[in-house]
């Protein structure tokens, strides 16, 4: 059973950065489709970017020039950089995984695999 562990969420100032990371675990990250999706209060989950096993990443426009997605195949783990962070990035961000490839990343229901979310706090 594939397990993804997020991590280094917390609390940041308006403008800060964060850098989240997804380990997963057994070895199965290649070939996969990953992806990082996050939760408001009080909102639906919405996806936030995306990486094809090909290299090829994607971003919701919201995240375009200010979050980065990384993945370091050696060592199982997908990353993502956040900078120029606002309040209304507050949310519990999820990682997701899933061995198909070509279906739009956005489709978070076709993601088999999900972290337990890491809290990510914007304020001043």
């Known amino acids: 059973e594939v397990q993804l562990v997020e991590s280094g969420g917390g609390l940041v100032q308006p403008g800060g950065s964060l850098k989240l990371s997804c380990a997963a675990s057994p070895l199965t990250f290649v070939p996969a489709t990953m992806s990082w999706a996050r939760q408001a209060p009080g909102k639906e989950l919405e996806w936030v970017s995306g990486i094809y096993p090909d290299g090829s990443t994607y971003y919701a426009d919201f995240a375009v020039g200010r979050f980065t997605i990384s993945t370091n195949n050696a060592e199982n783990t997908i990353y993502l950089q956040m900078t120029i962070l606002q309040p209304e990035d507050t949310a519990v961000y999820y990682c997701?995984?899933?061995?198909?490839?070509?279906?739009?990343?956005?489709?978070?229901?076709?993601?088999?695999?999900w972290g337990q979310g890491t809290q990510v706090t914007v304020s001043s």
């Open positions: 997701a995984m899933d061995p198909n490839v070509g279906f739009p990343l956005g489709s978070l229901d076709k993601y088999d695999y």
